[in-house]
């Protein structure tokens, strides 16, 4: 048995390091300060949390959760349009940055209103990274942002008079080109758009879809497509492919086992094509994924 007595500090010279006897191996460091192993072969940490959890606390260096949702109503037959609730059926993606135009009316949003004073946005910037900046509302119905951005993930209220929510739509365009990249609709607070925008250093991870319909004839289908578009290439790609029919069923669920990876520089977003019978429907959309940093 070996004698569990050690003398510190040493009663000789150990000598050099011997450089042989060390390697470097990869960590990761979570928000805590802990440090993990994470080299090829080396098990997972054990930790007591629930991973996703961790992440919506901030609890997960490099990576972000979300929720996107939208919704598209009184959408006419055999029209194709994406599912937000602004006025042009499909988006358009900018290819330079443009500083944004917020448009309200100012009787009852706005500086002094009892509507939204204040809003949020969340979306990549000049460079394409993810970026947060707050906007104040003035007075005039028509204000300039300060910053300039490529895309619109979520534009959120963060301040409001007695209403307690913007009154009506808040709509955004590109201050170049005013082509309207988000809208707030009326009393909602938030965006509602099946859009998103993955930031130029990060990949997206996108493991659930649901989609929804509701229309008053039974003879209504929808067919919901997904689409990816890639700034920096140019290409747009078809990913998903679904349908939903009145007369069977009203929403699909979608789990993917193995998870759909989103590029850099990547805009995901769904649009819905309409047929039937000649009356109008609702479409709404709901995903979830992680944004995780790479440089």
């Known amino acids: 048995m070996a004698d569990p007595t050690y003398t510190y500090p040493p009663t000789s010279d150990p000598g050099p390091i011997n450089d042989s006897r060390y390697k470097s191996i990869p960590v990761v460091e979570d928000a805590d300060g802990t440090f993990h192993n994470i080299s090829d072969g080396s098990p997972m940490p054990t930790r007591a949390g629930d991973f996703q959890d961790e992440v919506k606390r901030g609890m997960r260096v490099g990576v972000t959760g979300w929720n996107k949702f939208g919704y598209r109503q009184a959408v006419p037959n055999n029209t194709t349009a994406c599912i937000w609730p602004a006025t042009p059926l499909l988006p358009t993606f900018l290819t330079s940055a443009s500083t ?4 309200y009316n100012s009787t009852t949003d706005g500086s002094g209103t009892t509507g939204a004073t204040e809003l949020v946005f969340v979306y990549v910037d000049a460079d394409g990274l993810p970026a947060t900046t707050t906007h104040t509302l003035g007075s005039d119905g028509s204000d300039v942002t300060s910053f300039s951005g490529l895309g619109i993930n979520r534009i959120a209220v963060t301040a409001a008079g007695s209403a307690g929510f913007n009154t ?21 607070s938030i965006t509602q758009q099946a859009i998103f925008f993955v930031g130029a250093n990060h990949v997206a991870i996108a493991p659930w879809l649901t989609i929804e319909m509701s229309a008053l004839n039974k003879d209504k289908a929808l067919a919901l497509i997904g689409y990816t ?10 990913i998903f492919r679904g349908s939903l029919d009145r007369s069977l069923d009203l929403h699909r669920q979608i789990a993917d086992p193995i998870k759909f990876r989103l590029e850099p520089s990547t805009v995901l977003y769904f649009v819905g ?10 479409m709404q959309c709901r995903f979830s994924l992680n944004e995780y940093q790479v440089t």
């Open 100 to 103: 944004f135009t917020v448009t």
């Open 168 to 188: 009506n739509d808040i709509t955004v365009t590109a201050t170049t080109g005013a082509t309207v990249q988000a809208v707030v609709p009326a009393e909602g």
């Open 229 to 238: 578009w890639n700034r920096a290439s140019g290409v747009r790609t078809e």
């Open 273 to 282: 094509t309409t047929s039937g019978h000649n009356s109008v429907i609702d």
